[in-house]
């Protein structure tokens, strides 16, 4: 597709349940951000990826979350144990090379509903 | 911990008014992003300004970065119902080897008719 898609656009689960967020990102871009919104709010940066490398993952919130990127390409994020508090919507973004003043283009983003 | 504030939060106006949405923060950035975003899709960059003192136009749309590269404005000439949105900034970290985006908490703007 032309555009980051993501996938479910919506998820709902039970408080305790494992879930999958499946990020596909433009082809040919580098770079794959994980972002995570609250409602309303900005966003709260999780893990980058360059290539199938994450240099960066300081922003996940717990070891209860992972996320891997394949081939370059797919990236799934994983929240095990789910809690309430993960309820938000989480976007993925990709860019051409990953320099920081690389466009970053967004998917439509995942709704998480933990109940 | 560098951070990105945006006031006001919250601002309805009438269509056919003017404003200006402020990012501002303690920190230097190397450059700032605006984007916008509305319900149910991902942000959408609107401009980057890279240079202190930069202003730059997008058809109704003013964006200033300020001299000292902490802070930067979007100001909206004649607002149309088709500019509601979230107004977000971003700026890129400078810790070492973190390539994110700083994000602001954002401006929530409705145009009504």
């Known amino acids: 597709g032309a555009g980051v898609s993501q996938s479910p656009s919506n998820k709902v689960t039970e408080k305790g349940k494992d879930v999958e967020l499946r990020c596909d990102p433009i082809s040919g871009h580098t770079a794959l951000y994980w972002y995570r919104q609250s409602l309303g709010q900005g966003l709260e940066f999780l893990i980058y990826?360059?290539?199938?490398?994450?240099?960066?993952k300081s922003g996940l919130p717990s070891d209860r979350f992972s996320a891997e990127r394949t081939g370059g390409s797919v990236s799934t994020l994983t929240i095990q144990r789910t809690q309430q508090e993960d309820s938000a919507v989480y976007l993925c973004?990709?860019?051409?090379?990953?320099?920081?003043?690389?466009?970053?283009?967004f998917g439509p983003g995942t709704r998480l509903t933990v109940l | 911990t560098q951070l990105l504030e945006q006031s006001p939060q919250f601002l309805s106006i009438q269509e056919g008014e003017n404003l200006t949405v402020y990012c501002n923060s303690s920190s230097v950035f190397s450059s700032l992003q605006w984007y916008r975003q509305e319900p149910g899709e991902g942000p959408v960059l609107l401009v980057t300004?890279?240079?202190?003192?930069e202003v730059k136009k997008l058809k109704r749309l003013t964006f200033q970065f300020g001299d000292a590269r902490k802070d930067s404005s979007l100001h909206i000439t004649a607002a149309q119902t088709g500019d509601t949105g979230l107004y977000l900034c971003?700026?890129?970290?400078?810790?070492?080897?973190?390539?994110?985006?700083?994000f602001g908490s954002g401006t929530r703007l409705q145009v009504q008719p």
């Open positions: 973004a990709s860019s051409p090379h990953g320099p920081t003043t690389d466009t970053q283009y």
């Open positions: 990826f360059q290539g199938n490398s994450a240099p960066d």
């Open positions: 300004v890279v240079t202190g003192g």
């Open positions: 971003a700026g890129p970290s400078l810790d070492t080897g973190r390539r994110a985006l700083t």
